[in-house]
C-alpha cells in the first residue's frame, strides 16, 4: 500500500518576516560603496541607466516582481509599464528610450517548455512588443551601445 505524504511545509526567513536586499554600486578607484536602493522588499538585477546614474532593476516590493527605475535625488522608485499580470520579470535594460526586459506571461503551447521571452516597451507611448520569436527562449538581453542591437542567451536552433 502506497501512502501518500501527510504534513505542512513552512518557510520562514529566521525571525525576520521583513527585510530588504538592496542594490549597491561600487566606486573601483575610491572602493567607496554606495546604497542604490531603499531597503525596502528584494531588489536584484539592476543595470545602469541610459545617463549612468540611475538604475533599472526588479524589485518584489508590489507584492510580485516587477520593473523599477531609481533617479539621483527621488527616493522613491519608479514604477515602469511592462507587462501587467507577469509573475516573472528578469533583466531589465533601457537604451534609448525603450525598456527591454524577460517576461513569462505568455504561455507555452505544451507543457513542460521555458516560455522566458524578450520584450521591449517604448517608455513614451507605453506600447510592448515581443522580440523574441514564437516558440523560442531568451534569457539575459543586452543593448549594444548604439543600441541597434539586443544580444540574448538561447539555446536550440531558432526558426
Known sequence: M?????GTLVFSTVGRPHYGFD???LHL???IEHRLTDGRSINFNAQFADNHQS???????TGSPAIFLTRPGNPTPQLL????????????VIKNRKLYFISAHQH???LFKSWSALYSTDLDDKKTTRLTPMGCVDYS????LSGDFVAVASYGSRP
Open 141 to 144: 538581453p543586452d543593448v549594444s
Open 55 to 61: 538604475i533599472v532593476f526588479i524589485s518584489e516590493r
Open 108 to 110: 507555452p503551447d505544451r
Open 81 to 92: 509599464h511592462s507587462v501587467p499580470g507577469s509573475l516573472f520579470h528578469d533583466r531589465p
Open 29 to 31: 578607484h575610491s572602493s
Open 23 to 25: 542594490l549597491f554600486s
Open 2 to 6: 502506497e501512502q501518500q505524504p501527510r
